[in-house]
């Protein structure tokens, strides 16, 4: 058997990650105060049938709902994201987890419970992760009217939601009501007059329905600047966001283009088998991401906005696709057409070996982005000052099955190295007349990194530097060692970090199914490699031909 060969290159570039990622880490642990960085326990943890189980005990015992009604129940994990920013940029976390934190989390569940029959009531309960104490209710209702406030006196009301704030644990005194404006009609909002987060206040708002609170929300008043800041970075994302998808929009119609003007001489099975694992891939996590979009949808009586935007990104989806497959066909055509080729075909002889070779290269690059993008995200923090934060609409809490969160590892590494490596890089060269290739490797790759910087990560620039960098260092290993190098390395580096989020999900953590995904690339690499070492291959020409019966 042939021994398969790697570059030496790869080699010392794998060693050099190491040495960056392990370094990046000891500069962490060494600047660092423990006091700040120690991590919770994520086991203490409650699970999401217990949180369930304790919303539905709470709302018995208010009589809420009779007992014995038969009821619905639903779990998402929640954040209040704009308050663990201002935290973050203004270094304020352990200024809140000694005021706060115990009694009123950032994180926490929130729990939709419904009875089952027909127009009846629903009600959304926020319940700690660790302790069950309810932190906040509110009654969904069928129409988006606000409830009015009825014949109670304006007294009246005010005693029957300073006595709700009693029993979250709080003095009523401490609170000082705000004007009448300040809430929607039947509303009434409470600010904290002590116990500040910096500029932040505490606020609590309580609507009633009669004398029944149906809705009590906690939260916090944040200063004025730090939100102006926080919209400007969130414009500056948006917008980058755009460029990202016109620079989509215009490679994948110069792809459709290309395959319609070259139709006779393109190859049209081209990538349909990666196009179609890209496409099963992507909707099966749209599907398992229904209670993310639950997160991002506004809490309403029912779920058809949820159901809406599921189906609008299933659609979405199959454009993407159709967009994947036209950069593969277009882009080996491209390829082809000026001479190289950078992605063998299942009949060549040399696939087998190419596919081995190709996976563990992809694996020695992997390390080597791992380490330089440690050392970018400690520079970036360390001198940059850039923070993030937990985004409950991409948490892997937010899935039906977490386990099936690293297969997206596969479905962005075929989509983004077709589209940015395949495609991207050959139109770029052809459009330069195969001058200048750094800046045909250098444009794709900012549009691959404008894409990226929707992320909670702050200065949304720092984003678009790093994803930058690794699309270059991307760009030059495809040049070098071809298409699948950089598709196994990509997906070794999205499976390696993924799945170590699965050992770290608390009292739903999956370890032994994260370590798999680690290493399914080099399997999938080994077994491709095997079975095409095992198909029939056709007699050679000098060989005699079979004898007759």
Not at 280 to 309: E, H, L, R, W
Not at 324 to 351: H, Q, T
Request: with cysteine; hydrophobic share 45%.
């Amino acid at each position: 058997m042939r021994k398969t060969r790697v570059d030496r290159s790869l080699l010392l570039l794998a060693g050099i990650g190491i040495i960056l990622y392990i370094a990046a880490l000891l500069a962490y642990n060494l600047s660092s105060d423990s006091s700040e960085t120690a991590p919770t326990d994520a086991m203490k943890r409650i699970t999401k049938a217990q949180a369930a189980e304790s919303a539905v005990h709470w709302l018995q015992q208010q009589e809420l709902t009779a007992p014995g009604t038969s009821l619905d129940t639903f779990v998402v994990y929640q954040s209040d994201k704009d308050m663990s920013g201002y935290l973050e940029k203004e270094k304020l976390q352990q200024t809140y987890k000694d005021t706060y934190g115990s009694k009123l989390p950032l994180d926490f569940y929130r729990v939709e419970v419904a009875e089952k029959s027909p127009g009846s009531k629903r009600w959304t309960v926020d319940i700690h992760r660790e302790t069950k104490a309810v932190l906040g209710w509110k009654q969904l209702q069928a129409s988006t009217a606000m409830q009015q406030p009825g014949s109670l006196s304006e007294a009246q009301r005010v005693s029957y939601a300073r006595s709700a704030i009693s029993s979250l644990g709080y003095e009523p005194e401490q609170f000082r009501q705000l004007p009448g404006e300040a809430g929607s009609s039947g509303q009434l909002v409470f600010k904290r007059t002590q116990d500040t987060v910096g500029k932040a206040a505490m606020e609590i708002t309580v609507q009633l329905e009669g004398s029944r609170v149906i809705s009590l929300q906690q939260g916090f008043d944040l200063p004025q600047s730090y939100s102006s800041w926080l919209n400007q970075q969130d414009d500056a994302a948006a917008f980058m966001t755009r460029i990202s998808l016109w620079g989509n929009g215009l490679m994948a119609l110069a792809a459709l283009a290309y395959t319609i003007v070259r139709r006779r001489t393109v190859q049209f099975g081209r990538g349909v088998l990666l196009t179609a694992v890209f496409i099963v891939i992507y909707v099966m996590n749209n599907i398992n991401s229904y209670p993310a979009y639950k997160t991002m949808s506004p809490m309403t009586a029912d779920g058809q906005d949820t159901m809406a935007a599921l189906l609008l990104m299933n659609f979405v989806t199959l454009l993407m696709g159709a967009a994947v497959y036209f950069s593969f066909v277009a882009g080996e055509g491209l390829w082809r057409r000026a001479g190289r080729s950078l992605w063998p075909r299942w009949s060549e002889e040399d696939f087998g070996p190419h596919v081995k070779r190709s996976m563990l290269q992809g694996y020695l690059l992997c390390l080597f982005l791992l380490g330089l993008q440690q050392v970018l995200f400690l520079i970036f923090e360390r001198g940059l000052g850039v923070w993030s934060i937990n985004d409950p609409s991409t948490s892997p809490e937010n899935l039906l099955q977490p386990g099936l969160l690293p297969l997206m590892a596969w479905a962005a590494a075929i989509s983004e190295e077709a589209t940015f490596r395949l495609l991207g890089i050959a139109l770029f060269l052809t459009l330069f007349r195969f001058r200048l290739q750094w800046l045909a490797v250098l444009i794709p790759s900012l549009i691959w990194a404008a894409g990226h910087t929707a992320y909670p990560i702050y200065p949304v620039y720092t984003r678009l530097i790093e994803v930058t960098l690794l699309g270059v260092v991307f760009g030059l290993a495809f040049l070098r060692y071809g298409l699948l190098t950089v598709v196994f390395a990509h997906t070794a580096m999205n499976s390696i970090l993924m799945g170590l989020t699965l050992l770290t999900l608390g009292p739903e953590s999956e370890p032994l199914l994260g370590i798999a995904y680690i290493w399914l690339p080099a399997l999938i690499g080994y077994a491709a490699s095997w079975l095409h070492g095992k198909k029939k291959k056709p007699p050679s020409s000098a060989a005699p031909p079979p004898l007759l019966p």
